[in-house]
């Protein structure tokens, strides 16, 4: 399993979450920011996949992790 590093500020990246939706598995089409943190933790045992969306993924455990989830909220709203 691999960390992958959190990126440096970068507002898209939080639109990201609440806009991208999963392209597979158990959650395909929910939005990023609707997965439960269970299947977050269990993908964080298991590896996040490459790429952005794992980066994506990762930032998204970790905000759900920590108790973060009011910073998606605003946006959440807006959309």
């Known amino acids: 399993m691999q960390d992958l590093p959190l990126p440096s500020?970068?507002?898209k990246l939080l639109t990201d979450l609440?806009?991208?939706e999963m392209p597979y598995g158990k959650y395909k089409g929910y939005k990023l920011c609707e997965i439960p943190e269970y299947?977050?933790?269990w993908m964080h045992n298991k590896g996040f996949p490459e790429g952005?969306?794992?980066m994506?993924?990762?930032t998204l455990?970790?905000?759900k992790?920590?108790?973060l989830e009011y910073l998606l909220k605003?946006?959440?709203d807006r959309g």
Do not use: C, D, F
């Open 52 to 54: 952005k969306l794992g």
């Open 61 to 63: 455990y970790e905000i």
């Open 18 to 20: 609440v806009t991208m």
């Open 74 to 76: 605003n946006l959440k």
């Open 9 to 11: 500020h970068n507002p």
């Open 65 to 67: 992790l920590n108790g």
């Open 39 to 41: 299947y977050l933790v």
């Open 56 to 58: 994506l993924l990762s």
